[in-house]
């Protein structure tokens, strides 16, 4: 049994090492939010996190996206 967030059991549940044993899927609606001071954010390793974290929730959404198409 594994109680996790979807995007950290993306590749376990694409590669069919876990599988979502009985619905409900819940979802949360969690929010989260880099705050750093303006003058950074253009520093490398701040972008690069920025550009990681974005990156994350765009797959989070599409995996949201193709678990709705499959209920």
Do not use: N
Not at 20 to 42: H, I, N, Q, T
């Amino acid at each position: 049994l594994l109680l996790g967030w979807s995007i950290q059991c993306f590749e376990a549940l694409s590669e069919g090492r876990l599988q979502v044993a009985f619905d409900p899927l819940v979802e949360l609606g969690v929010s989260y939010y880099v705050v750093c001071r303006k003058s950074e954010a253009r520093l490398p390793h701040i972008k690069a996190f920025m550009d990681w974290a974005e990156a994350e929730a765009a797959l989070l959404s599409t995996l949201r996206s193709l678990q709705s198409g499959a209920a």
